[in-house]
């Protein structure tokens, strides 16, 4: 960095914006605090890419599509082509032999390091897993790098996806990152404390997943979602509507409500599963259950802010589930809902914070959901107190306002410590059989 010039921050996501809303908020509390700031990323579908364009007219940052599936033209098919047939016969070598490879990590990692090199930046901070690969081959080339931990990659996915990934070598990568760059961080406290146990590396900083206080400005008032505002309504959102998150835990628990309620969901959903949920549906609950389509970035919260109760039944039986603290239970808190999770470590965490408005069941215990339902619904003036109170924890704990000076702070010192650039990394394999 020149004397007297702003330091550039280079964000790794190989992902789209308009489903990274951790990378851009950080993204852009950086820009705001002077940086100079660069997202990497991809465009892997023609609607994620018309959000994005629209998304980039109004963030203060630059957003660099490294590459592009739904470019048109023979060289970029051909390029479409060769990515994914490299990974599919790197998953498939993995599969019968164990052998480990960056190429099962995602698509164009190889120009992804490229456009990273070539930019110079003071700080890159990797935000994703094949991002991880590329952020390790910066620090060897004596850049300064650090990782965002949005989830504990090498820890994520249920136990049957997990058999196909190459964990030996997200922990590698992992390990490396923690342990010799210069910025880390996370999104709870309790990842944070595990990370520095698994690694031996001082525990990252807590950046917490929250949106800012500011959003709520966009409140439109509309009910676009339910159907009957007379009785009040359950509300579960994620990119994905699929197996794992829940939502077995409430389809079952609703034979056991004592009180009427709408029920809605909001994702994409999974092959079949939209499908499976119609045949779980209990006798007589067919008209209050109502599947969404995703809505963009500016509409999720005023969704949110319609309905009475969110629901965030994350799972204990994968350890960065159990760990994180999601963007789902925070934007339940900021929209003004009362909160019904599931007692995952991260999940505990908040609701220490905000007692009064998160409401804990035990994972995978439908019955143990029903009875916390049942509780908020009994009584109009105990769900309208709960809801006060998840305003106040936005307010005061989880928003975004509160957290964006950690991430500022984090940066500020790992820009500072040059010592870290020059010291020595272990050599790490990136590609070999199990031990």
Aim: aromatic letters at 8%; charged letters at 20%; one cysteine or more.
């Amino acid at each position: 960095m020149k004397c007297g010039q702003k330091p550039t921050v280079a964000l790794l996501t190989g992902n789209s914006l308009c489903h990274n809303p951790r990378a851009v908020k950080e993204a852009s509390a950086l820009a705001r605090a002077g940086y100079r700031v660069c997202v990497l990323g991809a465009w892997s579908h023609p609607d994620f890419k018309a959000r994005d364009r629209r998304l980039i007219e109004h963030l203060p940052f630059a957003f660099i599509p490294v590459f592009d599936l739904t470019a048109p033209g023979l060289h970029n098919g051909i390029s479409r082509l060769g990515w994914r047939a490299g990974k599919r016969a790197a998953d498939v070598w993995f599969d019968l032999t164990g052998w480990q490879s960056p190429c099962q990590l995602g698509f164009a990692i190889e120009r992804m390091f490229r456009q990273a090199l070539g930019m110079s930046a003071d700080l890159y901070l990797a935000h994703s897993e094949p991002c991880l690969y590329v952020a390790v081959r910066l620090l060897r080339h004596g850049r300064r790098v650090g990782v965002d931990m949005e989830d504990w990659f090498s820890e994520d996915l249920l136990p049957e996806a997990r058999r196909h990934r190459p964990l030996r070598l997200l922990r590698a990568l992992e390990g490396e990152l923690l342990s010799h760059g210069a910025y880390a961080s996370c999104p709870s406290q309790a990842m944070s404390a595990a990370l520095a146990a698994e690694y031996g590396c001082p525990p990252p900083a807590v950046v917490y997943n929250a949106f800012a206080w500011s959003d709520r400005q966009a409140l439109d008032g509309a009910a676009a979602d339910r159907r009957n505002r007379t009785i009040p309504s359950i509300y579960w959102f994620s990119t994905t509507l699929g197996p794992g998150r829940g939502v077995e835990d409430l389809l079952a628990a609703l034979p056991l409500l004592q009180h009427e309620v709408e029920i809605h969901l909001r994702g994409d959903p999974a092959p079949g599963f939209a499908e499976w949920i119609r045949t779980r549906i209990p006798e007589g609950w067919h008209d209050r259950i109502c599947l969404h389509p995703l809505v963009t970035n500016d509409q999720l919260l005023p969704r949110i802010a319609e309905h009475d109760i969110g629901f965030a039944g994350e799972t204990s039986q994968c350890r960065s589930r159990d760990l994180t603290v999601t963007n789902k239970i925070l934007h339940y808190l900021l929209g003004g809902l009362a909160v019904v999770a599931s007692d995952t470590s991260g999940q505990r965490e908040v609701a220490r914070q905000a007692p009064a408005a998160v409401h804990l069941y035990p994972s995978d215990d439908p019955a143990g959901l029903a009875a916390q339902l049942n509780a908020l619904l009994a009584s109009a003036e105990t769900l309208a107190r709960a809801k006060v109170a998840a305003l106040a924890a936005a307010q005061h704990s989880f928003c975004w306002e509160r957290q964006e000076h950690v991430l500022l702070d984090a940066v500020g010192c790992a820009l500072d410590d040059a010592a870290r650039v020059s010291q020595s990394s272990p050599t790490l394999r990136v590609a070999g059989r199990p031990a």
